[in-house]
């Protein structure tokens, strides 16, 4: 009988440490505000939701889109520090793969040489380094920022090609960079946590071959909660071809987001302020 035990509660361990690209964000709910995600409105057809392991830990949570290679949004907290830049050693996501396959995040020629992928393999599951060699006028335009991640291993978490997509690079160096390095500073002063969540709006042309979409948009949504209840919340939308920010409140965003998408969004709780 203590063997039976035994065993149903290492297969119950197994279970909960296997999969990292999961059937609900329930594996990783600590990075939506009150547990909320985004509703089905943002949904592509083909998705993956993705706990962003890497060294044992989750650091936020993806929605990708398989069939345009991007991720639809990244979930994450606030929360910048002033550990070290680390090094830019892009990697994927293995369980795109093989749902069976390690949990972390790992670059791809670990992966070939150590677990025995194919690079044609890692090509079919999603967006890989070589489509982003060589482009003009474009960067790998992070979602969940390395620069608001606390500890250096959170930010090197952010270095995945499942949490970038081809970004106007006048934009990232420019505006949404000061966006997210100055605008956010200053929003989140007061806040005890600031829940963000941001996204890409696909668009209609694709880069690396077809195989990468380009968004037509990128924005970004935050929700500030003081002691333990929101009491500010806010967004920000740029167009993807263009050196410019818009900043408006969080209602308006949903409203634009809707408008885009085609269906009625709602990004966050609804204790989140909507004036």
Same mark, same amino acid.
């Given at each position: 009988?203590?063997?039976l035990?035994?065993?149903?509660?290492?297969?119950s361990c197994?279970?909960? *440490? !296997?999969? &990292?690209?999961?059937?609900?964000?329930?594996?990783?709910?600590q990075?939506? +505000?009150?547990?909320?995600?985004?509703?089905?409105?943002l949904?592509?057809k083909?998705?993956?939701?993705?706990?962003?392991?890497? @060294?044992n830990?989750y650091?936020?949570?993806t929605?990708?889109d398989?069939?345009?290679?991007?991720?639809?949004?990244?979930? +994450?907290?606030?929360?910048?520090?002033d550990?070290?830049?680390?090094?830019?050693?892009?990697?994927?996501?293995?369980?795109?793969? $093989?749902? @069976?396959?390690?949990?972390?995040m &790992?670059r791809?020629?670990?992966?070939i040489?150590?677990?025995?992928f194919?690079?044609?393999?890692?090509k079919?599951?999603?967006?890989?380094?070589?489509? +982003?060699? *060589?482009?003009?006028?474009l $960067?790998? =335009?992070?979602?969940?920022?390395?620069? !608001?991640?606390?500890?250096?291993?959170?930010?090197?978490? %952010?270095?995945?090609?499942?949490?970038?997509?081809?970004?106007?690079?006048?934009?990232? /160096? *420019?505006?949404?960079?000061? +966006?997210?390095?100055? %605008?956010?500073s /200053?929003?989140?002063?007061?806040?005890?946590?600031?829940?963000?969540?941001?996204?890409?709006?696909?668009?209609n042309t694709?880069?690396? &071959?077809?195989?990468? @979409?380009?968004p037509s948009?990128i924005?970004s949504?935050?929700c500030?909660?003081g002691?333990?209840?929101?009491?500010?919340?806010?967004?920000?939308?740029?167009?993807?071809?263009?050196?410019?920010?818009?900043?408006?409140?969080? #209602?308006?965003?949903?409203?634009?987001?809707?408008?885009?998408? =085609? *269906?009625?969004?709602?990004?966050?709780?609804?204790?989140?302020p909507? #004036?």
């Open positions: 009988m203590l063997g035990l035994l065993l149903q509660v290492l297969a197994l279970w909960l *440490g !296997h999969s &990292e690209v999961v059937k609900s964000f329930e594996e990783c709910p990075f939506f +505000y009150a547990e909320t995600t985004p509703n089905d409105a949904n592509p083909n998705p993956a939701l993705i706990c962003q392991r890497f @060294n830990s650091h936020y949570a929605l990708y398989r069939d345009r290679r991007i991720p639809v949004y990244s979930a +994450y907290k606030y929360q910048p520090g550990a070290k830049k680390p090094p830019e050693w892009w990697m994927v996501e293995p369980q795109l793969i $093989d749902k @069976n396959s390690i949990p972390d &790992e791809d020629w670990i992966l040489e150590q677990k025995k194919t690079s044609d393999q890692i079919e599951s999603q967006a890989v380094h070589n489509d +982003y060699k *060589g482009l003009k006028g $960067d790998r =335009g992070h979602l969940s920022p390395s620069g !608001h991640q606390f500890s250096r291993e959170s930010m090197m978490a %952010t270095f995945t090609l499942t949490n970038v997509v081809p970004q106007d690079r006048s934009l990232n /160096k *420019g505006e949404w960079n000061a +966006y997210e390095l100055k %605008t956010m /200053k929003k989140t002063k007061g806040c005890k946590t600031t829940y963000v969540i941001t996204g890409a709006v696909p668009g694709y880069i690396a &071959e077809e195989r990468v @979409n380009r948009h924005w949504a935050a500030c909660l002691d333990e209840e929101p009491k500010d919340a806010w967004g920000a939308i740029a167009e993807n071809n263009k050196n410019e920010v818009e900043e408006l409140s969080l #209602k308006e965003l949903e409203k634009r987001l809707t408008e885009l998408y =085609g *269906g009625t969004v709602t990004l966050f709780s609804s204790a989140c909507r #004036k």
